[in-house]
């Protein structure tokens, strides 16, 4: 079978595409998804192929997106509700962590809420403040939601298709960033065997010397860091965990007894986060394998600013990952 | 109301030639990569609904609107060079550069800002003007809301309370047709967007032609005295964008009925034509006043832009760090604490 190079919003395109020719109870629905091809062209040709009861245009209105995705999946339909990007997901806050999250378990198992959020996430390209959060441990933060984080075009494609099938609510971000990264995805249709289970991790590099924890665009920088650190003799394994709920804490465990040292590494802000997170998990159950402090690299803890430089000096990077290695090997 | 003198339309002559002249230039610099970054809305197109309204107000008058401010801002009398230092992310820019295109405001000009969530500004405007209903004085505050934003939950709420509080709003909502690519009567079960606030038993002063400033002014005047005595008003400008969304708007170059629908506009409807023609048809001997504030308006912003460029960028750490919080003695802090903000 032919594998070629695609870009993560192709291979996102392609799961999505595939779901909805497999199940007709999957529909899409979100700002701009339709007419307009899709803000980011995820949904690009959708309208023409499976016309407007299938895709449909949304007003303004996230917290209806919201909400109306959590009723729909109730009464047995599988939306796929798009975000035209994560910020916006803010002003649905309470559909989807109170109603989404919460419906099966208030009543207790009496119904399923098999639905999608896509969300486009991230910051960079001077987005200013209020549309510059990769707010993904947000989400996390909350039983009954599951929150998936690809760092790559086949990941993606995977992942979103598993998102779609499972029957509970996913909220599935995708970072703008990585969306023309290309990757390499199989040609033909359908390939159930690329699925990835929901809560299962990946190792995206080998290496004994220190482990690198990330998911989405972190892994790009720590793969970055790591090929750096390699030309001084460190081998770094990078552990990309996919998601963040549930999370694959035996592989950070499996890679942390090896290595002893961990760096974990995140766009979103470091206050409550992702790292506080892996660094508590570590220290409570690896404590006798730590050789060293539990580094992490976030972005600054800061609203992000329009302007470029202090932008860029803002967000973590993979020298910041190097930098943070070399303290602690 | 007032019929509007000679030299109120030469005011309104020259902000208008200069929003469009600093719209223009503004796309000229984004497509030179001069100006950078993925967000930049213009009001080319809709001069004559921000010129004709805000020439209703007082100095001591509130004004509020989302992203599409640059207009606005010129509108009130902010300075060219802080607008466009500030479209360029420098450290004399009218937000020191955090701001960027969409979040202009200035204090001094009783100017709240421009906002990037659709509706996010809108329970804010309400909030302002119950300061003013709170304290008795006699301010109201002109909101800017587009087309598209009435379908968002903030507009509803805003409005509803606004009713019941009777506060002094003005909710001018900026019909220009679409919300990014999505027409009005594709996204609103009610197209005539004034008639959602009448439903919440706000004042309605109906739909108005916003490429002709003085029908603008008419009635936004009307709208201002009512509102400063009574409570809320609603007018529905009916406009056109002449740049699309924003940049990365590529309808207009893929879509011939976007395109054609476009020329229309610009061939029967321009705010600066129609303005123009009124001024030359009352008072015959402004032609040499008009075509100098045509040359004034390429001087100012030609300096603006000089000025922007020569302006440094924010860089260092503490430029990064600052006023994320006030400071405040009241902060306790030792050595190890974190999350309080630079000191
Ligand atoms: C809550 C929220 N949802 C979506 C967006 C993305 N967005 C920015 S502007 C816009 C269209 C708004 O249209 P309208 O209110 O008609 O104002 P106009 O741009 O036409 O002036 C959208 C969907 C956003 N910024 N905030
Ligand atoms: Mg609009």
């Given amino acids: 079978m032919a594998v070629r190079n695609v870009a993560m919003r192709e291979a996102i395109r392609r799961a999505l595409r595939e779901e909805m020719l497999r199940d007709e109870s999957v529909f899409v629905m979100g700002e701009e998804v339709a007419h307009w091809q899709g803000t980011h062209r995820v949904t690009r040709g959708f309208l023409e192929e499976f016309g407007e009861r299938r895709v449909r245009d949304t007003p303004i209105s996230e917290m ?4 109306v995705a959590v009723g729909a999946a109730m009464a047995g339909l599988r939306p796929v509700a798009e975000f035209m990007t994560i910020n916006f997901a803010f002003l649905a806050l309470d559909a989807i962590v109170n109603h989404a999250a919460k419906v099966r378990y208030f009543f ?59 029957d509970n609510p996913v909220l599935f971000s995708e970072s703008i960033a990585l969306y023309p990264k290309p990757g390499p995805l199989p040609d033909e249709n359908d390939q159930d065997d690329l699925l990835v289970p929901i809560g299962k991790g990946d190792i995206k590099r080998e290496g004994a010397d220190v482990t690198l924890v990330a998911y989405s665009r972190g892994v790009d920088w720590a793969l970055q860091a790591a090929r750096a650190l390699a030309r001084d003799g460190v081998e770094a394994e990078v552990v990309d965990l996919r998601w963040l709920r549930p ?27 992702f790292g506080s997170e892996i660094a508590a998990l570590l220290q409570e159950n690896m404590f006798d394998y730590m050789d060293a402090p539990i580094k992490r690299v976030a972005a600054e803890d800061v609203p992000l600013p329009y302007s470029k430089e202090i932008e860029l000096l803002a967000l973590p990077n993979a020298q910041k990952v190097v930098d943070a290695v070399k303290e602690i090997v | 109301m007032p019929s509007p003198t000679k030299d109120m339309l030469l005011d309104w002559y020259r902000q ?9 230039t503004c796309h000229q610099l984004y497509l030179q990569k001069r ?9 080319s197109g809709h001069e004559a609904s921000g010129v004709g309204s805000m020439a209703a107000l007082r100095k001591s008058d509130h004004v509020i609107t989302a992203y599409r401010d640059h207009g606005i801002a010129l509108i009130l009398g902010m300075d060219a060079n802080a607008v466009m230092a500030e479209m360029m992310g420098k450290k004399t820019g009218s937000s020191g550069g955090k701001g960027g295109s969409m979040h202009l405001a200035s204090a ?22 119950l300061e003013a209903r709170y304290r008795g004085k006699d301010a109201v505050t002109m909101t800017y809301v587009g087309d598209g934003a009435t379908n968002n939950g903030y507009f509803h709420e805003s409005l509803n309370m606004s009713a019941i509080w009777d506060l002094p709003v003005i909710w001018i909502i900026e019909n220009n047709g679409y919300g990014m690519g999505t027409e009005v009567a594709r996204a609103s079960g009610q197209t005539e967007l004034h008639r959602k606030a009448e439903a919440y038993g706000i004042k309605s002063f109906g739909r108005v032609d916003a490429q002709d400033a003085l029908a603008v002014y008419k009635v936004a005047s009307q709208a201002v005295a009512y509102a400063r005595d009574n409570g809320p008003a609603v007018i529905e400008h009916v406009t056109y964008r002449y740049r699309g969304h924003g940049v990365s708007d590529k309808q207009y170059d893929s879509r011939d009925d976007m395109s054609a629908e476009l020329r229309q506009w610009m061939d029967e409807r321009e705010p600066i034509k129609i303005l123009r023609d009124h001024i030359l048809g009352a008072h015959g001997d402004v032609g040499a006043a008009l075509t100098a504030h045509d040359e004034a308006a390429r001087q100012i912003v030609a300096q603006a832009v000089e000025f922007a460029e020569a302006s440094d960028l924010p860089r260092s750490r503490d430029e990064l760090l600052g006023n994320t919080y006030v400071r405040s003695p009241r902060v306790y802090k030792t050595a190890a604490s974190i999350g309080a903000g630079i000191d």
């Fill in chain 1, 247 to 273: 999370l694959d804490m035996g592989l950070v465990y499996d890679s942390f007894k090896k290595t002893n040292r961990c760096v974990i590494v995140e766009e979103s802000l470091p206050m409550y986060s």
């Fill in chain 1, 64 to 67: 209806a997106i919201g909400g």
């Fill in chain 2, 16 to 24: 208008m030639v200069l929003i469009r002249e600093f719209e223009e």
């Fill in chain 1, 108 to 166: 207790d198992g009496m119904f399923k809420v098999p639905l999608v959020y896509r969300a486009a996430s991230g910051w960079g390209n001077q987005a200013t403040a209020s549309h510059s959060h990769a707010p993904e441990p947000i989400f996390a933060h909350f039983p009954g939601l599951y929150v998936g984080c690809p760092s790559n075009a086949r990941d993606a494609y995977g992942m979103l298709k598993t998102a779609i099938r499972d």
């Fill in chain 2, 35 to 43: 100006i950078t970054g993925v967000y930049l809305h213009l009001y």
């Fill in chain 2, 108 to 129: 001094a000009h009783n100017f709240w800002g421009g906002y990037a969530i659709v509706g996010g500004h809108l329970p804010l405007a309400a909030g302002i003007a």
